[in-house]
């Protein structure tokens, strides 16, 4: 049974393992420097749907089934899908798995819901609630557009400190037992705000929510950031980056080379147009499901803190004047045994 | 030639100050497309905005400012020949045409195309 150690930190007894992932990303996804890890690249933003928000239904339903697909698994093996995405009421996810026969927990956490899901996942299994789950999350550049900003055919200019929404899904299937790394805790965070109100810099918002996740985290462990291989966050992007590497360093703590963003990791920042780097929440899923988990699975990474980070807020509270709240969620992940 | 290079002239400097507020304000594209609209106004009517037409043609016209600038005329052709009543009518029937041709060249290309990624 999972132990809460600390304020906010929560230990695995048997942690669950990620028994594998998928990820299914977009064009200008498949022309970052990350391409050779994804299952899939498609071409066409549409997936061959009618609409920019049916086609992201359509990406996180695919990367389930290649997720199971690639385990050998079916739908019935699982016993809850934990999943969430950026579209209004999270209807992506809904929309996707309105056909999947599996108990369903439907979760927002902005761009930090892949933590979140996996922090969920595995309290189910370590609670013996559950077998097998998936956690799966997308986010799709077109529809988030729509939703956050403006509609594509607006054709505004982007400012300078704004990142790109990922085309992605991203799924990995949690298990009992199996190959593959395990979470071996998670640190649940708490909503920070630091009073930013422009929703065009993200990365600079959430950055002391990803700072105050991690330093709790490692007071909670009792761990220094030197334990890990590597510590990622999700998506705070070129800007937001170098600012939590500031924010750490002003708390006694130096990353070195140990630290890095999936942001800054899924897009080449200088060939790629994408200002300070992608975002949303499929941009951490991604990463986490193809090449961190290839490279956990090859034994060149063995410890990562995975830190997805959220921006809390929607158009209409910032159309009122409001600031935006962040949040990070921590998961470690170890290859044990 | 040269009304080509002065409209280029003209338009370049209307964008290149909607870019500067883009890259070193906090102004939303929305906003800065209403500044623009009021700014052809206030600079109409105050005659200003009627010079530089003259000196960039298209360049003048064409972009947001334009569009203020006709709204101004309208209202004050309206109120000379119909009275007060012209501050409501003047300037959307003189931006008729402007209007008209947005919604109906909209409708158009929103039936007849597809937005698609960069």
Known sequence: MSTRTGKQTVVMSNPPVIIGGAAIVGRKEGDGPLARYYDQIVDDEYFGEKSFEKAESRLLRDTLVKALEKCGKSASDLNFIISGDLQNQCTAASY???????????????????????????????????????????????????????????GYQRTPTSQWTVTGAGCVLLGKQGDGPAITSFTAGIITDMGIKDANNMGGAMAPAACDTILRHLEDTGRSLDYYDLVLTGDLGSFGRSMLIRLLK??????????????????????????????????SAVVLSSYILEMMNQGKLNKVLFVATGALHSPTWVQQGESIPCIAHAVSLENVG | MTDIIEAFITGGIICVLAQLLTDYTKITPARIMVLFVVMGVVLGVLGIYPAIVDFGGAGATVPLTGFGNTLAKGVIREVNEAGLIGVLTGGVKAAAAGISSAITFGYIMAIVSKPKLK
Do not use: W
């Open chain 1, 96 to 154: 996707a798995l309105r056909d999947v026969r599996v108990p369903f927990i439907g979760i927002y956490g902005a761009c930090s819901t892949m933590a979140e899901s996996l922090c969920i996942g595995a309290a189910l299994i370590d609670g013996d609630a559950a077998e097998m789950t998936a956690c799966i999350t997308s986010s799709h550049f077109c529809s988030a557009e729509k939703q956050f900003r403006y509609p594509l055919e607006f």
């Open chain 1, 250 to 283: 002003g708390n006694g703590i130096d990353v070195k080379d140990r630290y890095n963003d999936c942001g800054c990791m899924v897009f080449d920042l200088e060939k790629q147009d994408v200002v300070c780097g992608g975002s949303g929440c499929g941009c």
